[in-house]
């Protein structure tokens, strides 16, 4: 069934977030606060090349040490062929995520893993990582995309021949794969066009900048059963992984999700896991691992840097009738960018009758990339909304008209086949319009910059308890790590089911031998699809609790209604039998037929696309080139915000995020292709004091598919900022930065090209 | 397998001594907050730490005949709270209080950033432009140096192995007098500057300066006080043309280099762009145009 009419009391409430006095207090414990009495210290041996031949290494110096208990290299590690991952976000081949955590022949890229200790002390395993002697032999190496492609360029694999054209190509290279996607004609399209604009864009590699970094704790038992606590966007990803790498059972691995420190994409793979149970393996001890912010800048996935061209063709009324756009995505070491997504994401805003698409995911000696929000979205559409703007002024009319003139509807067939159904884009449009941000005038010397977005998000596989208490209080149990606000959304939506005040409820997420599969959170998939598991087995419960007081009464379960948390006889003719409440249902559950609960698994679809449109403000200082965000407004359908200031929460998270992408964010390297901004410091993130309040718009065009109406909320907001603030630049200072990020110096030297 | 001794001593004697007699490399601990992070970066590894926070003087702030005498040790934000260092040197406190953060601030030294030797240290330039005189200790006594004796190169100072900054002087301000201090950086807070630049002014009563300090911060090995930039401003208003002329000086005297905090093309302009901004600032102030802070 489904609430969308209803009167809801809980769902669209804001209750106090249930982890919030454990966060505050610093009580909560993350991955890294986990220790257990005799566990080793285990530290990881990375590669100061991009790219080099590992020659030899002997870590005999190493075991010699004292308080040394266990050195891993590849060795320790099964060969495994080739074969795509079955479970994650993004694609996934379990050869290279093998290789990734511990290099076999070549490290790839500056931080690749090459050896592990495990020690008594951490000084200790520092101390042994120094003795360890690898021999390498130097190879040339290559950073940038374009430069990657080009024939002669280092090539890292000597086996990766393109797929996707044919023939097959009888030399390898870097380009991984190419991908096209086609609608229409897109030579007919040009020739009907009237005005054509063309750019050529550039993004930097970002990384998702989460404040934890990775960290594990892993204990070998002698009779082979082993339990990780970690914190991850799935631990039933972590297990699977583990075990693949490792060659082992899945039932002989019990992961605990710890609490998360933010993920957005890059805790859906794993880097630590595999090694320390290696280690403990061979010390026969627990061994806990945790990265440095330096080695998380050096090791671990941003996403992709990509370079970018787009060609649109309109007709003088504003119509947009062709739409041809290339990317090409840094993968990191390995195959696997989000070309894929970027392909389909950058015009699926738009109603346009010819499009043409080609995408080239291509490798380099960094490291492999990782999901971040919305993965490959933001970079196309960075590029097709700075077009898009450009266009509309080449058209002499307003970005949001030309917009609102060929935005993609309900029955819009895409560029890469579905047809949009139940989407709120139109009334997003319509609440940007209505918005006094857009109504405002500009301030002398300001810019203003629209851009917009889309996201599928997806549904999946997703299971849930629920359990009465004695009491009559409830527990929900999920397989979903909560990230962004899951318990108390859950919590919430099982509130409203059962009709209980949210206090009530108790949401947790339980470990993989403690319910059933579960992907992993991402692709803003939780508030859909475990909530509609979790939705569901509420239902069950509550058709429980209706037959235990139909069999109080002796009626029949039909004639029995639920409603405020009470059971009613339906009608008179039911009988006159005072109300029954959950918690007098819950006393006599033992007597009435035994416990009360259900668990439902559901493989969850039709989660109902998310569109979002960003209004920004800026102010440029001519002299130094410094952008401030003066105003920012981003706008959402988010189908129903079950607690609406997570959902606010998310949209302004992904706005400071983009804003960062935009204006400072980037991996910097020297000539050896080593990073050379691996902490905070000086790659910025920008801080609190370099935004303004972000204010979310929250519209609500209900999805069907799901019990409440919810859409996935997460990634939308993180693809319109780069473009919008690109737009807002050039209505200030009249000149288009094609290049992220967008920072100081870049601005001036284009401030002084132009005169 | 490795050892630390840590020492805080309560006298000058005690902590010179200490220092003379360590055998391996002995640090100065002042408010820790370049040190501690350097050593957990592994860029030092001391054997010995002699922490000055105990020694009389080395925190507080003391006026002798309206100069100020402030405690190598003592914490920038106890410098920002004092209300006639505030008056008097207003550039000096405003550059202090864009260290770090808040919290930083509260164990963030001038000693330390001073002796930390870092061409982008936000205090030094605001101290050269001052005139600050630094009170060094040692074996040999105590002497008196100027405060841009102090670094020679990046992370390196002319102090000895037994000496360290016990106190700095700031000179009495003549009548309208001022000093501002900015920097840049593609943040808003908690970054380490591009350009920095310091300018201490005194005006005669038309507004013409009589007198000028001028420093830049980030554009070379250590941290410049540019003599041709005062020259500039020494005998005229703040107007179009020397404004002009300042820019010029400032930017011919950066010798910055290119790093991943910003270009050498782009640190020039920069520094032009500073030298006039702050000079508006300190000439304001010092003729009672603006007072309070300016960021």
């Known amino acids: 069934m489904n609430y969308l009419s209803g009167d809801l009391k809980v769902v669209g409430t804001r209750p106090i977030r249930p982890d919030g006095v454990e966060k505050v207090t610093g009580r909560a414990l993350y991955s890294a606060d986990t220790r257990v009495g005799g566990m080793l210290w285990g530290k990881i041996l990375r590669s100061p090349h991009a790219h080099a031949r590992i020659v030899s290494i002997d870590t005999s110096k190493a075991e010699a040490l004292k308080g040394v208990q266990a050195v891993v290299t590849s060795k320790d590690f099964p060969e495994i062929t080739s074969e795509v991952a079955f479970v994650g976000e993004g694609p996934m081949n379990f050869r290279d995520l093998s290789d990734n955590v511990m290099a076999r022949n070549k490290a790839l890229y500056e931080g690749h893993a090459i050896a592990a200790v495990a020690a008594t002390t951490a000084e200790i395993a520092d101390a042994a990582l120094a003795l360890i002697d690898v021999q390498y032999e130097v190879l040339p190496h290559v950073i940038d995309v374009d430069e990657a492609m080009q024939p002669g360029a280092p090539v890292l694999h000597a086996d990766m021949f393109t797929a996707g054209v044919n023939p097959k190509p009888a030399t390898a290279s870097n380009i991984a794969k190419v991908v096209t996607f086609k609608k229409g004609d897109i030579d007919a399209g040009f020739a009907e066009a009237e005005v054509i604009v063309e750019g050529s864009y550039t993004t930097k590699p970002v990384h998702q900048g989460y404040i934890e970094p990775h960290a594990c704790l892993a204990t070998y038992n002698p009779d082979g059963q082993i339990s990780i606590h970690a914190s991850s966007q799935g631990h039933f990803m972590v297990r699977a992984y583990t075990a693949k790498l490792l060659g082992l059972d899945m039932a002989d691995i019990r992961v605990n999700p710890a609490e998360i420190g933010g993920g957005f994409g890059g805790k859906t793979l794993i880097y630590l896991e595999p090694v320390a149970v290696a280690l403990s393996r061979k010390s026969g001890k627990s061994v806990k691992m945790q990265m440095t912010r330096e080695e998380v800048f050096r090791g671990s996935g941003p996403t992709s840097g990509a370079s970018v061209t787009v060609k649109l063709g309109a007709k003088k009324d504003g119509t947009i009738v062709a739409a041809q756009q290339v990317l090409k995505f840094q993968a990191g070491a390995y195959a696997g960018s989000p070309i894929g997504p970027g392909c389909m994401c950058g015009f699926a805003m738009y109603d346009i009758p010819h499009i043409d698409v080609l995408g080239y995911d291509v490798v380099s000696n960094r490291p492999k990339v990782a999901a971040y929000r919305a993965p490959g979205a933001p970079i196309s559409s960075f590029a097709v909304e700075c077009a898009v703007d450009d266009l509309a002024a080449k058209l002499g009319m307003d970005p949001l008209t030309l917009r609102e003139k060929n935005h993609a509807v309900n029955g819009t067939k895409t560029h890469y086949g579905p047809t949009h159904t139940n989407i709120g884009f139109t009334e997003v449009l319509q609440a940007t319009r209505a918005h006094p941000h857009w109504k405002a005038p500009i301030a002398e010397g300001h810019g203003r910059g629209l851009a917009v977005g889309f996201w599928f998000n997806i549904g999946g596989e997703s299971s849930a308890t629920v359990h009465i208490n004695e009491d009559g209080t409830v527990m929900v149990a999920t397989g979903s790590p909560d990230i962004g606000g899951s318990r108390a959304s859950m919590g919430m939506m099982a509130a409203e089911v059962l009709g209980v005040p949210v206090s009530k409820v108790k949401a947790i997420v339980a470990d993989t031998a403690s319910i059933g599969f579960t992907f992993l959170t991402g692709g803003s998939r939780v508030t859909f699809a475990t909530g509609m598991a979790v939705t569901q087995a509420t239902e069950k419960v509550v058709e429980q609790l209706k037959a235990r007081a139909a069999q109080t009464w002796d009626i029949p379960v039909e004639a029995v209604e639920w409603k405020d948390g009470q059971a009613f006889p339906a009608g008179t003719n039911a009988g006159a039998f005072p109300p029954l409440d959950l918690a007098a249902i819950a006393l006599k559950q033992g007597r009435t037929g035994g416990p009360i609960n259900a668990e439902v698994s559901v493989n969850a679809q039709g989660a109902g696309a998310g569109f979002g449109a960003h209004i920004c403000d800026v102010k440029v200082d001519k002299e130094t080139g410094h952008v401030e965000i003066i105003r920012y407004t981003a706008i959402q359908d988010v189908g129903k915000a079950i607690h609406p200031s997570y959902v606010e929460g998310q949209i302004q998270g992904g706005a400071a995020q983009g804003i960062g992408w935009a204006l400072s964010e980037e991996y910097i390297y020297n000539d050896k292709g080593q990073m050379e901004n691996p902490g905070f410091l000086d790659y910025r993130c920008p801080v609190a004091s370099d935004l303004p309040m972000i204010e979310a718009v929250l519209v609500e065009v209900p999805n069907p598919r799901h019990p409440f109406g919810a859409r996935g909320v997460g990634e939308v907001p993180i693809i319109p900022p780069m473009a919008a603030i690109s737009n807002a630049i050039k209505s200030a200072i009249g000149i288009r930065m094609e290049h992220l990020p967008m920072s100081p110096p870049k601005i001036r030297a284009a401030i002084d090209a132009a005169g | ?295």
């Not at chain 2, 006639?84 to 209080?97: I, R, Y």
């Open chain 2, 1 to 295: 397998m490795t050892s630390l001794s840590y020492a805080a001593p309560t006298s000058v004697d005690a902590a010179v001594k200490l220092l003379a007699g360590a055998s391996g490399l002995a640090k100065v601990l002042s408010g820790g907050t370049d040190l501690l992070i350097q050593m957990r970066a592994g860029r030092f590894k001391p054997e010995l730490i002699v922490d000055t926070k105990k020694i009389p003087g080395v925190i507080g702030i003391r006026e002798e005949n309206g100069a100020f005498v402030v405690g190598g040790g003592t914490p920038g934000a106890v410098v920002e709270a004092h209300a006639g260092m505030t008056k008097a040197w207003p550039g000096v406190v405003e550059a202090l209080d864009l260290i770090g953060s808040t919290q930083v601030q509260g164990r963030c030294s001038l000693a330390g950033n001073l002796c930390n030797a870092s061409p982008a240290a936000d205090s030094v330039p605001a101290l050269y432009a001052a005139g600050a005189i630094a009170v060094v200790v040692g074996s040999n006594g105590r002497r008196e140096v100027p405060v841009e004796s102090i670094p020679t190169g990046p992370g390196r100072t002319s102090l000895a192995k037994d000496e360290f900054i016990l106190e700095f002087k700031f000179p009495a301000r003549p009548a309208r007098s001022s000093d501002a201090y900015l920097r840049f950086i593609p943040r808003t807070e908690m970054d380490i500057a591009v350009v920095g630049c310091g300018i201490s002014v005194t005006l005669d009563a038309n507004g013409v300066c009589t007198a000028a300090r001028c420093s830049l911060g980030a554009v070379a090995p250590t941290v410049l006080l540019v003599k041709e930039m005062a020259d500039v401003l020494i005998g005229h208003k703040l107007d179009a043309d020397t404004l002009a002329k300042l820019d010029a000086a400032a930017q011919a005297a950066a010798k910055p280099i290119s790093d991943k905090r910003g270009t050498a093309e782009y640190r020039k302009k920069i520094s032009g762009v500073l030298a006039r901004r702050v000079a508006q600032i300190a000439f304001d102030r010092a003729s009672g145009k603006a007072t309070g802070k300016t960021h």
